[in-house]
């Protein structure tokens, strides 16, 4: 395995690679995660970000953590613009970390749902434009309302308390045709970031007829990660959505 961290527009991007082997196939090359923590804005949390990666990592996938910039020392578009110069790096240099660039994804948890969120469907007004784009994005109880459910510290710490761009922001109203594919979880009472969050943007991906998976697990805390004891959060229901993932991934 190749393990390598680079600065990447003002963010830190650390990628897992499997290394290909003459016995094997020197010219594999693998699905591609790009993991965003959550942490409202605030922080990255270190359990939505290795321990994630590596699990992608032993299913066959080349992964990278995205350690973005937060607030204050950065607001919108700062996180979009990382997130995107990711994306593009990962495909640019496929190459070298065997990637497939028709298959590389954006998983993200919480807030980082957001901004995974917004790499679903505000590709468009970055620089990197298509090379931005995810094949589909995995939203793992995401942020997505700027609206009366909105989990108001992410928003704030995004937009510095402008609430015009927190209702741009707001993902369920910029879904459009070109945005991309979405495996949806959480669950049903989260208290931090309510699931009608992930519902509305299943909705708005139903209006458009882009793809997308929906699984609201009964019960569980925010912040599950993979809801295991690696990351200390064991909950085996909500535990699933690391395999149905996975599914959602060999989809494409």
């Not at 016995?23 to 591609?32: C, G, M, N, S």
């Not at 749902?113 to 939203?139: D, F, V």
């Not at 959480?186 to 139903?206: H, K």
Request: aromatic share 8%; glycine share 8%.
């Amino acid at each position: 395995m190749t393990c390598k961290t680079i600065e990447l527009a003002g963010a830190e991007l650390t990628i897992y690679a499997r290394d290909n082997t003459p016995e094997i196939d020197l010219e594999r090359t693998y699905p591609t995660v790009l993991v965003i923590p959550g942490g409202g804005y605030g922080f990255c949390s270190a359990r939505e970000g290795e321990p994630v990666a590596l699990a992608f990592l032993a299913q066959g996938c080349t992964a990278a953590v995205l350690r973005y910039t937060v607030a204050p020392q950065g607001r919108h578009p700062t996180q979009l613009n990382q997130a995107a110069a990711a994306m593009a790096y990962l495909r640019t240099n496929a190459a070298v970390y065997h990637v497939d660039p028709a298959r590389v994804f954006a998983c993200g948890f919480s807030a980082g749902g957001h901004l995974a969120g917004m790499l679903g469907t505000l590709w468009k007004e970055t620089q990197e434009g298509e090379q931005a784009k995810p094949t589909a994005t995995i939203l793992c109880y995401p942020v997505i309302s700027g609206g009366a459910c909105t989990h108001a510290s992410s928003f704030r710490n995004l937009t510095d308390n402008d609430e015009a761009l927190t209702q741009a922001l707001s993902l369920e109203q910029r879904v459009d045709s070109d945005a991309a594919p979405a495996f949806i979880w959480a669950t049903a009472d989260d208290g931090t970031v309510p699931a009608i969050n992930s519902i509305l943007y299943a909705q708005a991906l139903a209006r458009q007829g882009i793809p997308y998976a929906l699984h609201i697990f009964p019960s569980g805390r925010h912040g599950l990660s993979m809801a295991s004891e690696l990351t200390n959060s064991p909950n085996p229901e909500a535990a699933q959505w690391f395999d149905l993932a996975m599914q959602w991934i060999r989809r494409f």
